[in-house]
């Protein structure tokens, strides 16, 4: 028998964003399948209200409560090997899986591939909205395909890797299909055989600590989680975004520039030409780390998150972001662009 949905009135948010930051949902209704999404477009209570979709909240600053759009908070369940091939195992996440518990998980299985994305707070849903990215690999080298709802029609769609226009911590789910529709199941492309990513600065460390024996995916998996910890705050405890800010990418001569003023900048040649800042380093550079602005600060470990000190609003942590933007400008003649999405 079809159940109606659960429309939750005047819900705090506070719990459901990695900021901590307060804010009022009008109307919250939680989907655990495709079905109840299905449900939410025939939802004549609803309407044809906009509908303002949330994952595990870990890439967003909220200024303001969401008083006329609906509120989807996506809670798909559910993880599972969906084909194994001679070369990759595709394994499969309901969107709300917590990211972390599904990479140990794959890991539990014997099925390595994931391992540099470990920690990273959020949902499997969420994260090839922003194509998520550490250590060497990004969600779009592992991805495979994803289902998703049109809020719309109604119609499920299978999206493959050329359909989300991926690039760097961005896709398709943030320009046209933002709002369109909700992700309800994402699966990832694990390649056979298994090779180990290391070439990250941080964890090329790790391996020359080590000596010559070469690490498996479980002993990546704890580097990363280790490397994470000792610089990234963690949201259950202080309230943040992880990285606040993109890391510019600037021409050859920008860089050039730069360097001839300040020769120790952080930056990374790209295959194309350009050059791929270090925007902690230049944060860092205009004397931001551990600075606050009312209860919004920089993180005192790592100048490129921006924390929730305790009772911070959006707008403190919009204010704070400003000010970083004018000073970095204001020096090096850069244009700092936020990762969060702010609302
Ligand atoms: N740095 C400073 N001062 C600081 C912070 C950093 O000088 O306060 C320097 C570091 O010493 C290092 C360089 O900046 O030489 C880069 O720092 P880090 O290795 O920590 O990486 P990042 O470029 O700041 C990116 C991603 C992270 C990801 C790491 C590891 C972006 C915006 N951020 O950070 O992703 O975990 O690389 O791959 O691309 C996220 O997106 O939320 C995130 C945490």
């Given at each position: 028998?079809?159940t109606d949905l659960v429309i939750e009135e005047n819900c705090s948010l506070r719990d459901c964003n990695s900021f901590g930051l307060p804010a009022v949902a009008r109307r919250l209704v939680r989907v655990t399948?495709?079905?109840d999404v299905?449900r939410l477009v025939?939802d004549a209570r609803l309407g044809r209200a906009p509908k303002f979709i949330l994952g595990g909240g870990s890439?967003i600053v909220l200024t303001r409560d969401i008083a006329s759009d609906v509120v989807v908070k996506v809670e798909?369940?559910?993880?599972?090997?969906?084909?194994?091939?001679?070369?990759?195992?595709?394994?499969?996440?309901?969107?709300g899986?917590?990211?972390?518990?599904?990479?140990?998980?794959?890991?539990?299985?014997?099925?390595?591939?994931?391992?540099?994305?470990?920690?990273?707070?959020?949902t499997?849903?969420?994260?090839?909205?922003?194509?998520?990215?550490?250590?060497?690999?990004?969600?779009?080298?592992?991805?495979?395909?994803?289902?998703?709802?049109?809020l719309?029609?109604?119609?499920?769609?299978?999206?493959?890797?050329?359909?989300?226009?991926?690039?760097?911590?961005?896709?398709?789910?943030?320009?046209?299909?933002?709002g369109?529709?909700v992700?309800?199941?994402?699966?990832?492309?694990?390649?056979?055989?298994?090779?180990?990513?290391?070439?990250?600065?941080?964890?090329?460390?790790?391996?020359?600590?080590?000596?010559?024996?070469?690490?498996?995916?479980?002993?990546?998996?704890?580097?990363?989680?280790?490397?994470?910890?000792?610089?990234?705050?963690?949201?259950?405890?202080?309230g943040?975004?992880?990285?606040?800010?993109?890391?510019?990418?600037?021409?050859?001569?920008?860089?050039?520039?730069?360097?001839?003023?300040?020769?120790?900048?952080?930056?990374?040649?790209?295959?194309?030409?350009?050059?791929?800042?270090?925007?902690?380093?230049?944060?860092?550079?205009?004397?931001?780390?551990?600075?606050?602005?009312?209860r919004?600060?920089?993180?005192?470990?790592?100048?490129?998150?921006?924390?929730n000190?305790g009772g911070a609003s959006g707008a403190e942590v919009v204010?704070?972001?400003?000010?970083?933007?004018?000073?970095?400008?204001?020096?090096?003649?850069?244009?700092?662009?936020?990762?969060?999405v702010v609302v």
């Amino acid at each position: 028998m079809q159940t109606d949905l659960v429309i939750e009135e005047n819900c705090s948010l506070r719990d459901c964003n990695s900021f901590g930051l307060p804010a009022v949902a009008r109307r919250l209704v939680r989907v655990t399948s495709e079905a109840d999404v299905k449900r939410l477009v025939d939802d004549a209570r609803l309407g044809r209200a906009p509908k303002f979709i949330l994952g595990g909240g870990s890439n967003i600053v909220l200024t303001r409560d969401i008083a006329s759009d609906v509120v989807v908070k996506v809670e798909v369940r559910g993880r599972q090997l969906v084909e194994e091939r001679d070369d990759a195992w595709i394994v499969e996440a309901g969107a709300g899986e917590s990211w972390h518990d599904f990479v140990a998980w794959t890991l539990d299985q014997q099925w390595p591939g994931l391992e540099n994305l470990a920690l990273i707070p959020g949902t499997a849903g969420a994260a090839p909205v922003q194509n998520i990215g550490a250590y060497g690999v990004e969600l779009s080298d592992r991805f495979d395909s994803l289902d998703a709802v049109d809020l719309t029609t109604g119609r499920t769609v299978t999206l493959a890797v050329d359909a989300l226009r991926f690039g760097y911590r961005d896709s398709i789910f943030k320009h046209e299909l933002a709002g369109k529709s909700v992700i309800t199941r994402v699966r990832f492309l694990l390649p056979r055989p298994w090779r180990p990513v290391l070439g990250y600065v941080d964890l090329a460390r790790k391996v020359a600590e080590r000596g010559p024996t070469a690490p498996d995916a479980r002993q990546i998996f704890d580097w990363v989680c280790e490397i994470r910890r000792a610089k990234l705050p963690d949201p259950a405890v202080i309230g943040n975004a992880g990285s606040f800010f993109k890391n510019p990418v600037v021409t050859l001569e920008q860089c050039r520039d730069i360097i001839g003023r300040d020769p120790s900048v952080v930056h990374y040649p790209m295959t194309d030409g350009s050059v791929k800042l270090a925007a902690g380093w230049l944060i860092d550079a205009c004397g931001w780390k551990g600075k606050s602005i009312g209860r919004a600060g920089v993180y005192d470990r790592h100048s490129l998150v921006l924390v929730n000190r305790g009772g911070a609003s959006g707008a403190e942590v919009v204010t704070l972001a400003r000010a970083i933007q004018e000073s970095v400008y204001g020096r090096f003649g850069i244009r700092l662009e936020p990762e969060p999405v702010v609302v």
